[in-house]
Every structure is written in structure tokens, then in C-alpha cells.
């Protein structure tokens, strides 16, 4: 039987990594110009556009100003970045946001690209180093009551890449349950998903998932597969997107055997955040299986975060898994809530 941390240590040392990473190699200018619509004027850094907010740091800054992106009136930048433009676009070059009509510039590969500010879903400098690029978090909730002596322990982390023409993200989560009397329970997940842009809207990838859920006795299912997707809303500050596809699962319970079988894949995911301070995610997929006609299985998981402190949360997780006919005897569901306190890097 997979114990707690079994999947987790994959993702938790990129998270590592990712914190202790090398620096860039060259050193950031700090002539870019901000002016907001208001008058106010900074001369600095911009650090990064994130969730509608943009990020600027001057010299004598000790914290970087976290700036409403939907109220900047003028920006100047000579360095380069790495540009999410609605949809899957991603283009790195030299940035500028001029007052309106002429909205937000784009200077690559000697062309230059306008859009409305509103379509700018990120803006991240091009570094040097792979591991100076990923962002993520990791968080971890403990709770005990005395009366029955129960336990519950959960750890979770994630781990994004954005590159100029696709992006990469690993997410992993271990919960573990004990109380006196009863049979323990946990669960341990680790989830990856690759996209690369074919068009403004449209994707190609892969997506991999390891599960261990001691609840269904399920010791481990693997599933790996291809996909196509579309972008149906993607802003700063929200996003849904849609994917389907083939893959290809292997199953090991407890009790008894497994085996190997084809399923179709059919996944919706969806983001909202009101700045840094609310974010709320949700996913929800379907698997009809394609070796045994008639076998659906459904996996949900949601999470609320709010934010505390600078880069400090809250979070609120659900998760399910249902299994319409799961092999032998093995319970069909798998539903769980876990609270955590975590960090933003």
C-alpha cells in the first residue's frame, strides 16, 4: 500500500528548487515608467502582471506596489517579457501601454502587436534560468479532536511553468485520516498537465495522473493520454477552459487484481480571483471507459483561497471520486474537505 508522502516527492522538490533557484544572470533595468490614470507617476521595475495586478518595484522601494491593471495610463519598458495575450497567445518581447485608443504594445521580432488592456493575462520577464520561471505554492493543514481521537493531516503543492509557446503544471496533494476505532483512511494524487498552442484559442498536450486512495482500496491508478482543448474565457482575472481526448489507464486495488483499459477523457476547468485577496478554482472530469462500455468515472476537486498576508493564505479544498462500477467490491466514492494555511512563490 502507497503511504502518505508516496507521490508527493516529485513535486514537492521542484517546489523547493523553484524557492532556492539561481538568480538571473543579468541584472534588471529600473528606468521603466508607470503612470496611472489618476497622475501618479513611478520610475522603477516592472516585476510581473498576475491576476490584474501589476507589480512595480523602484529603487527605493522595500516592497514592490501592487498597482490595478485596468487604471494604468502609461507604461515604458526597454527590457523583455514574456506576454499572455487572451486565448493560448504567448509572445515575448519589449512592452508598452500607451493612453487609450492605442491600448497595450507589443514589439517582437520587429512587428508590433496592439490589443485592448483588458486582453493581457500575464506579463512575466524573460529570465535566464529555467528555475528563476516557475511559480507556484505550497500549503499544509493539521486538525485533532480530543473526543474521538481523530486526526487529519493534508500537505499540497503546485508547480507552473510558462514558456513563450506552451506551459506546464504539476499539482500534488496527500491527506491522510486516523481515528480510534476505525479504519484509517488517505488519499495522495499527483496531476500533470502539458499545453501547446495551435491557435489564438485551441491547444494540443498531454495530461498524466497518479491516484492511491486507501477508501476505494485502490493501491494506484495511473492515466496518461493526449488532448485537444479551447480557451473559452481567459483574462487576468478569470479563465474556463475545455479539453477531451484518449487515454490510457492502469489499475492495482488492495484485494484483488487490476488491469489496463482505454478511456475517453472529458475535462472542464475554471478560475476567478478578485485580485490576490479571493481566488477560487474548479475542475470536473469525466471518464466513460471504452474497455468496459458502461463504466463512467467522475473526478471533482475545488479549492477557495483567501489571502492573509502578503504571499500567506487560506485555503479550502473539496475533492470526489466516483466510480459507477468500480471492479469487485470495491466502494464506489471517494469524498473529502481539507482547510490549509500555505505560500505563494
Do not use: H
Request: proline share 3%; net charge positive.
Amino acid at each position: 500500500m502507497l503511504r502518505c508522502n508516496s507521490l508527493f516527492p516529485a513535486a514537492a522538490v521542484l517546489a523547493l528548487w523553484s524557492i532556492t533557484g539561481g538568480l538571473p544572470l543579468e541584472a534588471k533595468r529600473m528606468d521603466d515608467v508607470v503612470v496611472m490614470k489618476g497622475g501618479d507617476r513611478f520610475t522603477g521595475e516592472v516585476k510581473k502582471l498576475e491576476k490584474g495586478i501589476l507589480y512595480f518595484k523602484a529603487s527605493y522601494m522595500l516592497e514592490p506596489l501592487q498597482l490595478d491593471w485596468a487604471r494604468v495610463e502609461r507604461l515604458e519598458s526597454k527590457d523583455q517579457y514574456t506576454v499572455s495575450i487572451g486565448g493560448t497567445r504567448r509572445r515575448n518581447g519589449l512592452i508598452g501601454v500607451e493612453p487609450k485608443p492605442l491600448g497595450f504594445a507589443l514589439q517582437a521580432n520587429g512587428a508590433e502587436t496592439r490589443v485592448p488592456l483588458a486582453d493581457v493575462v500575464s506579463i512575466v520577464p524573460v529570465e535566464e534560468g529555467f528555475w528563476t520561471q516557475l511559480t507556484g505554492s505550497i500549503d499544509y493543514g493539521f486538525s485533532f479532536t480530543s473526543g474521538n481521537n481523530t486526526a487529519q493531516s493534508s500537505l499540497s503543492t503546485q508547480v507552473a511553468y510558462l514558456a513563450e509557446s506552451w506551459s506546464a503544471r504539476m499539482t500534488a496533494s496527500s491527506v491522510f485520516n486516523r481515528q480510534t476505532g476505525a479504519a484509517r483512511s488517505g488519499r495522495n494524487t499527483l496531476d500533470f498537465l502539458y499545453t501547446k498552442a495551435l491557435s489564438q484559442n485551441w491547444f494540443a498536450g498531454a495530461t498524466a495522473t497518479l491516484l492511491n486512495s486507501e477508501q476505494q482500496d485502490l493501491t494506484l491508478r495511473s492515466t496518461g493520454g493526449g488532448l485537444v482543448g479551447r480557451d473559452f474565457v481567459k483574462s487576468g482575472t478569470s479563465g474556463l477552459f475545455a479539453f477531451a481526448g484518449v487515454v490510457f489507464s492502469r489499475e492495482q486495488y488492495s484485494s484483488f487484481g487490476g488491469g489496463q483499459q482505454a478511456e475517453a477523457q472529458f475535462q472542464v476547468r475554471l478560475f476567478k480571483s478578485t485580485f490576490k485577496t479571493l481566488q477560487f478554482n474548479a475542475m470536473l472530469a469525466a471518464y466513460p471507459n471504452l474497455s468496459t462500455l458502461g463504466r463512467v468515472r467522475l473526478s471533482t476537486e475545488s479549492y477557495l483561497k483567501i489571502e492573509l498576508v502578503k504571499d500567506l493564505y487560506w485555503k479550502l479544498s473539496i475533492y470526489e471520486n466516483y466510480d459507477n462500477r468500480p471492479p469487485g467490491n470495491a466502494p464506489g466514492n471517494d469524498f473529502g474537505t481539507t482547510t490549509s494555511f500555505g505560500w505563494t512563490f
